[in-house]
């Protein structure tokens, strides 16, 4: 099992330039999460999908659109990407119950 | 409603020494909780959690935290660090009974010198 894979690793993007960040994962878990990393805030919940079909906004979610494209993918895109918008991105995934959340490597996005 | 909060961003402690990472939660229903390590440029991974069974909870690496309560707090201990313990660590909490959306604290950074 590849657990939760996020692709890219890296990207550079220039103010207003769009993107979408992918995530998938093989453990048949029903609830996928979108966060972003900045120094000092923790992890802040952007969207999340509680299962197949629906998706809900968490904390910070101006800027982006998800899709939860099947019970494996969700994914993150910045339409128009903004400086505020650098960060680290990470997905999540969980299975039921009061379970852990599984964590992909993270995408370092930068926006100049 | 729920919440967590991290006391100190930055822990330091010897090698060998004891390591004590706070976390205060507040929650209006009995709480699930946990706590995640995340080493430099990789994602965040279980230590270990709480949920509802016994009190005291034994996690990876020796590391242990104790649900209490009374005082809404649920700190995460190891009795002697190791360099390789060096990372961020985040509380986290979810509330029983409804959807699982995980609020994180701030996260703690511990630095452990030889």
């Known amino acids: 099992n590849a657990g939760v894979t996020q692709t890219p690793k890296f990207q550079v993007l220039k103010t207003g330039q769009s993107m979408t960040l992918q995530c998938a994962q093989d453990?048949?878990?029903?609830?996928m999460y979108w966060y972003r990393q900045d120094p000092g805030m923790g992890l802040r919940l952007i969207y999340y999908?509680?299962?197949?079909?629906?998706?809900d906004k968490g904390e910070v979610p101006n800027g982006y659109n998800v899709s939860r494209l099947n019970k494996r993918e969700f994914s993150l895109r910045l339409e128009s990407a903004a400086p505020s918008q650098t960060s680290v991105y990470f997905c999540?995934?969980?299975?039921?119950?009061?379970?852990?959340?599984?964590f992909g490597p993270g995408t370092r996005l930068t926006v100049t | 409603a729920q919440s967590v909060t991290q006391l100190g961003s930055h822990v330091s402690v010897s090698e060998g020494a004891l390591v004590l990472l706070r976390c205060n939660y507040s929650?209006?229903?009995?709480?699930?909780l946990f706590w995640y390590v995340q080493y430099p440029n990789q994602g965040l991974q279980l230590l270990l959690k709480?949920?509802?069974?016994?009190?005291l909870v034994k996690g990876i690496n020796d590391f242990e935290a104790e649900f209490k309560k009374s005082e809404t707090s649920f700190h995460l201990t190891k009795p002697s660090a190791h360099m390789s313990d060096a990372a961020e660590y985040f509380c986290?909490?979810?509330?029983?009974?409804?959807?699982?959306?995980?609020?994180f604290g701030r996260g703690t950074s511990l630095i452990v010198h030889p």
């Open positions: 999540a995934s969980l299975s039921t119950g009061p379970g852990e959340q599984y």
């Open positions: 453990m048949n878990h029903n609830s």
């Open positions: 999908s509680a299962s197949e079909g629906t998706t």
């Open positions: 929650s209006s229903v009995p709480p699930y």
């Open positions: 709480y949920t509802s069974a016994a009190t």
């Open positions: 986290a909490v979810s509330l029983s009974g409804g959807s699982y959306i995980p609020t």
